[in-house]
């Protein structure tokens, strides 16, 4: 076999080996406190979810969940499986943190793997 047919072929099999890991996923759930739904209290607050790699890197994708903030869920399409941190902020209209940034991107102790489409992750914080 020519050495430009071998290059071709390896690089083939790299391209399509780089592409198993950027699989793409749609999840939800659900974020309750104490087992209560998490809710902004009033109708300028807002909840922030964040999903920011474990591994982080500078060219690293935070995925920025959509959420009800009168039921407490998040669905997040199109996100890569793997491995994340998840922050959660409860904002009220002033943009105060109701968690006291206990769960912000740099503190939070939260951990979750992305591992199938479909999958529903269910997060319940302590008082």
């Known amino acids: 076999m020519k050495l430009s047919m071998r290059l ?9 080996m780089t592409g198993c890991s950027n699989q793409r996923s ?3 759930g659900a974020i ?4 209560k739904p998490l ?4 109708e300028e607050g807002h909840l922030l979810v964040l999903f920011v790699p ?11 969940a959509q959420t009800d903030r009168t039921t407490g869920s998040f669905s997040l399409p ?7 941190l998840v922050a959660i902020q409860q904002f009220d209209g002033r943009h105060r ?7 912000d991107p740099t503190k939070s ?6 591992t199938e489409d479909g999958q529903v992750i269910e997060i319940d914080l302590p008082k």
């Open 97 to 103: 943190d109701a968690l006291n940034s206990k769960y």
């Open 26 to 28: 749609n999840i939800t």
């Open 109 to 114: 102790p939260l951990r979750f793997d992305v």
């Open 39 to 42: 809710v902004a209290e009033t």
């Open 78 to 84: 199109e996100i890569r499986a793997g491995k994340y």
């Open 54 to 64: 474990a591994e982080w890197k500078p060219d690293s994708q935070v995925f920025r």
């Open 32 to 35: 309750t406190q104490d087992g």
């Open 8 to 16: 071709a072929l390896g690089l083939t099999l790299v391209v399509a």
